[in-house]
Structure formats: structure tokens, C-alpha cells
């Protein structure tokens, strides 16, 4: 039992192991996550009092509250956790909640301030009421759980009160995915703790019988309890039984405020009506107190607990159960004056939050005005990012005015920016479906198209493309009818159609540069440029025209552009810099949140992360970032493109680090899935059968990859590099070699893969002369990756080997060892076994017992069994082991005799 700081107890029961949990994670020195959940009434709050309690005095203690309705004040929890703060300016607070500033400048402002207050001291960060927390402060917790810092965050919630569209809900599932998150459930107490607390309160135990009533009688809810013993402290516990008990906490909690006169019950009244959080000022009006009568009134609700004055001339319900008791109990007729009186104040005094005004609209049937309100709302968080509060807002006005367009528009673009494709898709035929003009059904068939291409509903967006082209005869010359014409160029490419998308996108740019058109310029120049950059000959130009958009789409707050050209650049066009590379990524990070644009923000982001760790050649952190994209993706339910959307690469580094299992499993889940494309499988399929010697599956699967490669429009060279890096390893024949070639590789594929990939197959037919001069070529491209170049370094150093120039392969070997330092798998297998074959130490140690005599007598005996053109299948008939044995042998021989191929252990066999 813990003493508490408040409370009808003077001990905290039941909570020691849970306490002890929060101790032992403010006691260490790296950062922790704890999130603490139980119902109503549970003890969260009374648990995170009571441990607070128990810091050190050097400790930074931060606690914020979200409240019901959070949808009106942005960064909620973060304000209320800063406000009071006597190292935090006015002006500084201020700044944060300016809506006029976009999210991303407050979320960093807020950071800034947390940075600044708590410096290198210890500290524990509280947001309580996770489940009501408006998405800014969702994505602030999970920022600062992010950060490697010594703190503790601590997040509570009511499991009952989160539901799919909650942004709490995605965090909680998200977190411990992220990083170890302790998680404490608070259940009801048991009967021997109620009589405990009981025995607290009443200065003596309690009988059994009396324990029993009690403990049946409120569930064990430690706040049903607290509030039905409030002021009988000292009573014998046999009369508590005999007080009636009603059987809700709404019942409850009237007993506690039902002896109040008539002035401090009109002022609860109008404060529960207002909200969790109370401006004196708007409490004054509505209520119709004068200052003085309501300083008294306060002062009455404050002694008794029901009110907490927890900033300047502000005050909030010291418990929800609270307000929600005082609201139920009024009229309908009562709640609807004062919410009225609430909504003249505030359209009285101008310049309020539009969602304010429009619950407050809606509460006291003044739907008009709430209509107003809610487009009015939904144009403002739309401009500084909040989709997820616009589409709320939005939601609300279509409640009463479900066919109004402006209010259709901004569902459909906010659900889309917040990742919700489904509601977007609904709302976006609703907006096109009441659209009063063609203008407005072209720009709801603009956002249909790109929803359909991410549903993967081909069939439709090409359907869609010509209702929009139709339509372009019709609107009037000028800015609608320019980007109807990018959204058709947006469109084909999208469908793999780049000389088509380049045709419209010249179009639009034409009639925007004729007419002004400034907004219509930037998105006819990001469409041209997207669309050059897709293909290597014109690469450069679309690259060069896409770094001058960006600049110019930030200065006009055309957030989603700049995201998007930022993310081609990132992602297809990366810089030779890795620190650049970073900067870029950040800075399209910063634009997507800056829109509101989920997809860009976080899936795009981890990928951007991935391909930053590849550049800089480190593997591990590539697998890393993407680990965490998926396990944050997976807690969505995606359809199409967006399903699983890291997994094809995940799987691919997962191959490169030699992590067979793991990439079994993502091959396994990408089945499931209906993929954009048909080579997705049977390439990945084809790739783990190569590097676990499994020929017969891959063989087999090589058919697939030829019969799906051909269905598609476009060719990858890194992928293709693979893949034929792949089937080297496994031995298959040169004849199939040459037809991957023809297949896989086309004119548009860029010429650092063509020449890597030809110098790769020149050696394995055995034309080191034409090898060397290709992987030379290679190891100066900067479109590779340094693992690509690593690869090419012993590629080159190997058919030196094979000339007998051993003394001027070790050159290449060292600048293999550098490239491929932070990498590993295959390609560091490989490496080190050319390095032993050159008689040369491994990095970093000294020099491997290697060839025929590191070989174990099994491995041996296999071994000759390979060198007399055995199968994996023959090998296992022959020997009575599994086929997985037989392939694990194989690796293992290949590994130890420093050859890639079947074919390379007869010729050190019969050498031997």
C-alpha cells in the first residue's frame, strides 16, 4: 500500500506491482514507453499521481491532458502539459497554438520547447486520456517515444473508448512494434483489496459479509467505491453497507454534487455543457455569474473535487465521469440553452476555432451555422496539415447537409491525406455525384483516379480517364481545366505510360504558361517531370526540373507537390551524397506532414530510410527502417498498392542478407495478396530457390518470372542484377543466363545495371578479358549502391585471379572490403571466400583453413557427389537426408571452397 497525495484514501490499494513497474522504468537510463489502460474509474490517474509522487526532485515532470472533443485544439495534450510551466514563454505557447502555422512547424516548435525545458535532467512525460488526444499529439507521443533520450513516456487510455477512426488507435498498436513498450492493464480490484481499502477509509476492518456487498456491489471500481464512501470516513463499515448504492456511476457521482445551491449547480451545469476544459471568461457568460459569484462558485467545486484549476483563470473536471453524470442529468432543453449561449459568445467575440463553433452549433440545433462552421473548419486544418481533424469536421456538417459539395470535396481529399482510401473513395463518388458543375465533377474524377490506381482498380481508372478527358471540352480555358489535363498525364503514368503522360502534361504546362497559371504551372511541371525521370535518357531533365519545382511548390503551400517530387527524387533518383540523400528525405517528410499526407509522411518516409542506409552501405539499418515501416503499416487494414506495402523490399534485403527464413516468410504473405504486379512472387520465389540450392523450384519458377516479366511494360536493372546474380550462384546453365539477359533487360534500362549485369555473365562464360573491363566501368558508377560496387570490386578481382594476376587483384579486394564494410550475406560471403582463394587473411582476423581440407569427411563425400552432377533431390536419395540437409551441405561446401557454382566445385575436386 502507497500514500497518496489525494483522495477520499489515505493509501493507494491494489497498485504496488504496477507502481513497481513505473519505478523500475523511471530508474533506468535509457528511454522507456509505458502505456498504462483501464476503464473508467480504474485508478490510471490516482496510479501516475501516486508515482509522480515517488521521483527524485531533479526530475522533469510533464503532464498533459487530452479531453473529449480534442478535434478543436490541436496539440492538445502537449499545451495543457506545458501550460503553467514557469520556464516556457507566453509567447513561445502562443506559438504552438497558432493555428495559423502548419503542423509540422508546432509539432517541431513543441519539440523544440520539451528540448529546452528538460535539457540533459531526467524526465517523465505524462499524456493522460490517450483515447481522446486529438492526431497531433498522437503523433507527438510517438515522436518522442522515437527519440533516444533519457526520459520516460507514459500514455493512459480506456480501452472501451478507442475505436477505428481514434488516432490513439494506430498509436497503441504501433508502439511496441517500434520499440519495447510496457504495457499495464489496470483490472478491478479484488475483494481482499476492497476490503482493504475499505479497512483505509473506515480507520477498521470490515466484516466479510460487509466486504462482500461492497465488492458486488461496485465491481471492484476503485472510483465507485471512493466516491460512495466520501465523507462516511470513520463510519463503521457494517453502516456502509446499509447506504443505498446506485447501480450506475452516473448515479454515483449525482450524489456527490446533488446538495449544491442553486448558483455553483448553474455553474457546474454550463462547465459540464462547455467541455473537460473551462475558460473562466466563457464560464462567466454562459452561466450568467458575475466574476465575483463565480470566483465563489468555483472556489465551492474546486474544495469538493469536482473542479481542478490547472492554468490561468482555466479549470477542468478533476474525473470525466464527472461532467458526463452532471450533462446526463439535464434537460435536453437545458443542454440546448446552453450551448446556445456557448455559440453566441463565441460568434460574438469572432476570430474562435471553427470546431468549437460547430459543436457548440450542432449541440443547440443551429445547423446552419454549424454547416458554416464545419466549411469553414475544414478549409483551415486542411491548409496547416490536420486531416484527420478536417475529416472529422467534416463528418460533423454532413450529418445535416449530406449532399453539400464543398463539404464532399474536403471528406474525400482529408480521408485520402489521412490514409482512410475506402471513406475517401465513397465521399470522392458522393462530391462527383453532386457536383453542380463540371469543374467540380472534373476535380472529384481527378481524386477518383488516383484512389482507384491505389486500389489497384486498373479497369476503373482507365474508365475514369476517359469520362475526365470527355469532360475537358467542356470547362472553360484556365486553371480547372489545366489540371483536369495533368490528372489525365498523372493518370498514364501511373499505368506505366510515360510518352502519353508526357503528351498531357505538355498540354497543361502550355495553357498554365499562356494564361498564368500559377498553380496549374507547378502541377503540369511536377507530372513533365515525373515522367522524364522514368526513363534514363531524359532522367537528368526530369531530375533538374523537379528540384526547381520543389522550392517554388513551398512557397505557394502546395504541400502535396512538393512531397511528391521530393519522394521521386528520393526514392529514383537518389543523390551520390548520402547526407544529402538524408536532408532530402527529411525535407519530404516535412512537406507530407505539412499536407496532412500519411502515405508520403510514414510509408514513403521508411522506404526513403532504407534506400539512405543502402547508400551509405549499411544493410542493417536498411532492414531496420523497413521492419519498422511494416510493423507500423500492418496495424492499417491497406487493399491494392498500399497492402504490405514494404514487404517486396523487405523481402529483397532480407535476400541479400542471407536471412532465408525471414524471407520465406514475407514471400509467403505477399500470396495473399492481390499485387499490382505478377512478377512479384515468382521473382522473389525464383531468388530464395537460387540461394538455397533448391534448382528443381528454380527452374521452375524461372518459367513464371519469363511469363510475367513479358506481361509488364517496364524493366528493372536492380532487379534483373539479382536475379541473374542469383542463378550464377546456383549453378544454372549459361543457355539460361543469355535468355535472362534478353528477358529481363530492355532499352530503358539504365546503363550502370546493363554493364554490371554484362561483365557478370561475361565471367561466368569465362571471359575475364571482358569481365574486368566491365566491372572496372562499374565500380565508378554513382547511380550504384556501394554493395553493388562492392560486388563488382570482387567481381574484377576475381577474373584477375583467373589470368593469374593475383598480385593485382588484392587492390580490389581492399576496396571490396571498404564498400561492403557495413553490409553482409552473400555478398560478404563471396568476398571472403575470394579473398582466401587469394591467400589473404579475412578482415579483421587471420586466415581460414579453406578448400578441400576445411571440409568435413560428409561434406567431402558430397562434394564428389556434386563434382559427379548430382542433384540436391539425387544427393538426398543417395545419402538418406532430407533435401534441406542435402541444400545446406551444398552452401556450406561452396562456402568453404570459395566457389559460387556446382560447376566450380568438380573443378576444385578434381584439382585436388
Not at 480 to 508: F, G, I, K, T, Y
Request: with cysteine; proline share 4%.
Amino acid at each position: 500500500m502507497r500514500s497518496t497525495r489525494d483522495g477520499a484514501s489515505p493509501v493507494m490499494i491494489g497498485r504496488d506491482r504496477e507502481l513497481h513497474q513505473l519505478m523500475q522504468l523511471a530508474s533506468s537510463s535509457q528511454p522507456r514507453a509505458a502505456i498504462v489502460a483501464g476503464e473508467p474509474g480504474m485508478g490510471k490517474t490516482r496510479l501516475i499521481a501516486e508515482f509522480l509522487s515517488k521521483l527524485t526532485p531533479e526530475t522533469v515532470v510533464l503532464v498533459g491532458h487530452a479531453e473529449p472533443g480534442s478535434l478543436a485544439r490541436p496539440y492538445e495534450v502537449l499545451m495543457d502539459a506545458l501550460s503553467g510551466e514557469p520556464d516556457v514563454s507566453r509567447q513561445r505557447l502562443d506559438e504552438l497554438a497558432d493555428t495559423g502555422r502548419s503542423a509540422v512547424e508546432r509539432l517541431h516548435a513543441g519539440l523544440a520547447l520539451l528540448n529546452e525545458l528538460i535539457g540533459d535532467r531526467p524526465a517523465v512525460i505524462v499524456f493522460e486520456d490517450l483515447h481522446w488526444a486529438d492526431s497531433e499529439s498522437a503523433a507527438l507521443f510517438e515522436r518522442l517515444a522515437d527519440l533516444d533520450t533519457a526520459k520516460l513516456i507514459i500514455g493512459t487510455f480506456r480501452p472501451g473508448d478507442l475505436d477505428g477512426r481514434s488516432p490513439a488507435t494506430g498509436l497503441l498498436s504501433r508502439l511496441d512494434r517500434r520499440r519495447p513498450v510496457t504495457r499495464i492493464e489496470l483490472e478491478p480490484l479484488t475483494e481482499a483489496e476492497t476490503g482493504a481499502f475499505v479497512a483505509a477509509v473506515a480507520g477498521q476492518p470490515a466484516t466479510v459479509r460487509a466486504v462482500s456487498s461492497l465488492h458486488r456491489r461496485t465491481g471492484g471500481n476503485p472510483f465507485f467505491l471512493e466516491e460512495l464512501l466520501r465523507g462516511h470516513e470513520g463510519e463503521d463499515p457494517e453502516l456502509l453497507c446499509e447506504h443505498p448504492l446506485p447501480w450506475s456511476v452516473t448515479e454515483v457521482l449525482r450524489r456527490h454534487v446533488a446538495d449544491l445551491d442553486p448558483r455553483d449547480q448553474r455553474v457546474l451545469d454550463a462547465a459540464a455543457v462547455l467541455g473537460h476544459r473551462v475558460p473562466f471568461d466563457l464560464l462567466a457568460t454562459v452561466s450568467g455569474t458575475s466574476e465575483d459569484e463565480l470566483i465563489s462558485a468555483l472556489g465551492v467545486l474546486v474544495e469538493r473535487g469536482v473542479l481542478v484549476e490547472t492554468g490561468e483563470d482555466e479549470f477542468t473536471f478533476r474525473h470525466a465521469l464527472v461532467r458526463e453524470s452532471v450533462t446526463g442529468r439535464l434537460l435536453g432543453r437545458q443542454r440546448r440553452r446552453l450551448h446556445e449561449a456557448a455559440l453566441e459568445t463565441l460568434l460574438t467575440a469572432g476570430g474562435s476555432d471553427p470546431a468549437m463553433v460547430a459543436k457548440h452549433a450542432q449541440a443547440a440545433g443551429r445547423y446552419e451555422d454549424m454547416v458554416a462552421a464545419a466549411r469553414k473548419g475544414t478549409e483551415l486544418y486542411l491548409s496547416i496539415g490536420s486531416a484527420h481533424q478536417a475529416l472529422s469536421l467534416a463528418e460533423m456538417g454532413l450529418e445535416e447537409a449530406g449532399e453539400d459539395a464543398p463539404l464532399l470535396a474536403a471528406a474525400a481529399r482529408s480521408a485520402w491525406l489521412a490514409g482512410l482510401n475506402e471513406d475517401a473513395s465513397e465521399y470522392a463518388k458522393r462530391w462527383r455525384d453532386a457536383a453542380a458543375s463540371n469543374v467540380d465533377r472534373a476535380h472529384a474524377q481527378a481524386l477518383m483516379i488516383r484512389l482507384a490506381w491505389e486500389a489497384d482498380e486498373i479497369a476503373v481508372m482507365e474508365q475514369l480517364t476517359t469520362e475526365i478527358q470527355a469532360l475537358l471540352e467542356e470547362l472553360p480555358p484556365g486553371d480547372d481545366q489545366a489540371l483536369a489535363m495533368s490528372a489525365v498525364a498523372q493518370s498514364a503514368l501511373l499505368r506505366d505510360e510515360p510518352e502519353e503522360a508526357l503528351r498531357w502534361a505538355e498540354r497543361a504546362l502550355a495553357l498554365a504558361e499562356e494564361m498564368d497559371l500559377t498553380k496549374a504551372k507547378l502541377s503540369a511541371l511536377a507530372e513533365k517531370g515525373m515522367a522524364l525521370t522514368d526513363r534514363p535518357a531524359t532522367a537528368a531533365e526530369g531530375r533538374a526540373i523537379l528540384v526547381g519545382l520543389v522550392d517554388a511548390a513551398e512557397k505557394a503551400d502546395e504541400w502535396v507537390l512538393a512531397a511528391r517530387s521530393l519522394n521521386v527524387l528520393v526514392q529514383s533518383l537518389p543523390p551520390a551524397d548520402p547526407a544529402e540523400h538524408a536532408e532530402m528525405l527529411e525535407r519530404m517528410r516535412v512537406n507530407a506532414e505539412r499536407a496532412g499526407f500519411e502515405s508520403t509522411a510514414v510509408a514513403a518516409y521508411y522506404q526513403g530510410r532504407a534506400r539512405v542506409a543502402m547508400r551509405e552501405g549499411d544493410l542493417k539499418a536498411a532492414i531496420t527502417a523497413l521492419e519498422q515501416g511494416r510493423s507500423r503499416d500492418l496495424s492499417y487494414v491497406r487493399r491494392g498498392r498500399k497492402a504490405d506495402v514494404h514487404a517486396v523490399f523487405l523481402a529483397g534485403l532480407y535476400l541479400e542478407a542471407s536471412e532465408f527464413t525471414k524471407a520465406s516468410r514475407v514471400i509467403d504473405d505477399l500470396r495473399q495478396l492481390q499485387l499490382p504486379s505478377t512478377l512479384i512472387v515468382p521473382a522473389l520465389a525464383f531468388h530464395l530457390a537460387c540461394r538455397t540450392n533448391n534448382i528443381a523450384a528454380a527452374e521452375s519458377y524461372l518459367e513464371e518470372v519469363f511469363t510475367a516479366v513479358r506481361e509488364q511494360t517496364w524493366r528493372s536493372g536492380a532487379q534483373a542484377n539479382d536475379l541473374i546474380t542469383a542463378a550464377i550462384y546456383a549453378g544454372l546453365p549459361l543457355k539460361s543466363l543469355r535468355r535472362m539477359v534478353s528477358e529481363l533487360l530492355d532499352i530503358n534500362v539504365w546503363d550502370e545495371y546493363r554493364t554490371l549485369i554484362d561483365a557478370t555473365v561475361a565471367q561466368a562464360s569465362g571471359n575475364h578479358a571482358e569481365a574486368i573491363k566491365g566491372f572496372q566501368e562499374a565500380l565508378t558508377a554513382e547511380l550504384l549502391n556501394p554493395h553493388q560496387r562492392g560486388s563488382a570490386a570482387v567481381g574484377h578481382a576475381h577474373s584477375l585471379m583467373a589470368q593469374n594476376r593475383a598480385a593485382e587483384a588484392v587492390p580490389y579486394l581492399d576496396q571490396a572490403s571498404k564498400l561492403l564494410a557495413k553490409w553482409g550475406g552473400w555478398r560478404v560471403e563471396k568476398l571472403r571466400s575470394v579473398r582466401a582463394e587469394a591467400g589473404l587473411a579475412p578482415d579483421g582476423g587471420t586466415r581460414e583453413v579453406t578448400g578441400t581440407g576445411a571440409l568435413t569427411p560428409r561434406e567431402r563425400e558430397v562434394a564428389m557427389l556434386i563434382a559427379a552432377g548430382l542433384t540436391n533431390a539425387e544427393l538426398a536419395r543417395r545419402l538418406y537426408i532430407s533435401p534441406k540437409t542435402a541444400a545446406i551441405h551444398v552452401s556450406s561446401i561452396l562456402h568453404k571452397l570459395g566457389v559460387t557454382s556446382r560447376t566450380q566445385v568438380k573443378d576444385v575436386v578434381s584439382g585436388g
